[in-house]
């Protein structure tokens, strides 16, 4: 594609907007300051003419590219979200672009203690020649989502200076909370008013994925019996102790997301509070087939009534949530949404490379919601810690990847 790209400075200006997600809050967004982004985007949206660019009550941010064609062409929609991950810091990202990339470890200038090492980051070693971007070492970088972000304004920017290049209407949607699995949850579907989707939201160079996990939350209280400790023999009885023992009781080579890989569904304890009168554990489980899920929870609760027996005084409650389900199996009932985007990919000069998900996506939610909407790459990498990274060429090669799916949806209608 014979274009200018500003897919670079949108994304080094992007990252530099704090929008942690905090999964502690209750209100929509969970951070106010996700919503810093979202007005920037709907101010450059407008000056690319994108004239309906709006951010809602929410911190959604909706946008319209006019279809060009006389054509009937369904309504497609790009999503992409503005919240970086709570598990690292976002504060004050400095991006350091490394320019024609040689092989060599990356040295996080900040810190060099962190290096980005090819040998431990295989899709790093593919990249010689390439300008790789990089935080300083003090936060993460926020290619996860910013560089698709910045991949659809790109594309947006495009379209609005090519008129030229037929396509249909083009629906433009970025929400927060994403990394808190909440992205979705306030989206107005009605409003969006799109037919088929896509998140742009992958990984690796040419990467395409129809297919998530389906995801529960677990939460289990304990409720202890507290004591004075000195008078406490044959009375006390902890709660903080039980979850620990429940947690220990959980298999220590399998079942775990460090011991499982492609298919392989886990179960994964990630948050334990509490004391002696109370203790709350925070779970979750993931799978690709729905039925694993009642499988998982029943061990689980019948693990847990097990270490209670210890604990005859004490009380649990064990609640299930679910989170969001496996997008393909909606995905499957259209295929030319996977077709065409795989489509897209080779029309960009690029070996698609067909996969699913070890997690989920604002498209698993949407998918359910009525809007298929598989993911396509943005060239983030090592997300959610201080050696993100991403590849300029790669991010380039995701806006071309975009430009050319809605121009396929045009000819094939």
Request: aromatic share 8%; proline share 5%; hydrophobic share 35%.
């Amino acid at each position: 594609m014979d274009y200018n790209f500003t897919v670079l400075d949108r994304f080094l200006r992007y990252v530099k907007v704090d929008t942690q997600s905090d999964p502690h809050s209750d209100t929509i967004p969970s951070t106010e300051k996700q919503k810093d982004l979202s007005r920037i985007l709907v101010q450059e949206l407008k000056e690319l003419g994108v004239n309906d660019a709006e951010m809602d009550e929410f911190g959604y941010v909706y946008a319209t590219i006019p279809s060009n064609t006389e054509k009937d062409v369904p309504v497609i929609c790009f999503c992409s979200h503005v919240d970086t991950s709570p598990e690292s810091s976002g504060t004050n990202v400095n991006p350091v672009v490394h320019t024609n990339y040689d092989g060599r470890v990356l040295l996080l200038p900040a810190d060099n203690n962190i290096k980005i090492d090819p040998a431990a980051h295989p899709e790093l070693a593919k990249k010689m020649g390439n300008d790789i971007v990089t935080a300083d070492g003090t936060t993460l970088l926020g290619a996860d989502n910013k560089a698709g972000v910045a991949a659809i304004m790109d594309m947006a920017h495009y379209f609005m200076n090519h008129p030229e290049e037929k396509h249909g209407t083009i629906r433009i949607l970025f929400t927060p909370d994403e990394e808190i699995g909440r992205g979705a949850d306030a989206v107005n579907i009605e409003k969006l008013a799109a037919d088929f989707g896509y998140t742009v939201d992958g990984e690796a160079l040419g990467s395409f994925e129809d297919e998530t996990f389906s995801a529960h939350m677990v939460k289990i209280s304990i409720e202890g019996v507290n004591f004075h400790p000195g008078f406490a023999k044959g009375k006390l009885e902890s709660a903080l102790k039980a979850a620990c023992t429940f947690i220990d009781r959980l298999p220590k080579d399998a079942w775990s997301p460090e011991t499982t890989e492609g298919r392989e569904g886990f179960v994964h304890p990630y948050e334990l509070s509490g004391g002696i009168e109370k203790a709350e554990i925070t779970m979750i489980i993931r799978s690709f087939v729905d039925e694993d899920h009642v499988d998982y929870e029943n061990r689980l609760r019948k693990m847990l009534e097990e270490v209670m027996r210890d604990y005859p005084n004490s009380n649990f409650t064990f609640e299930v949530m679910e989170q969001y389900r496996n997008m393909k199996n909606i995905i499957n009932q259209c295929p030319q949404v996977s077709e065409f985007a795989i489509e897209a990919i080779k029309r960009s000069g690029l070996r698609p490379r067909i996969g699913s998900i070890r997690g989920g996506t604002d498209g698993s939610k949407l998918s359910f919601m009525g809007l298929p909407c598989p993911n396509i790459f943005a060239g983030e990498h090592s997300f959610h810690s201080k050696m993100e990274w991403a590849s300029v060429q790669d991010m380039e090669k995701a806006v071309e990847t975009l430009v050319n799916l809605a121009k396929i949806w045009e000819e094939r209608s």
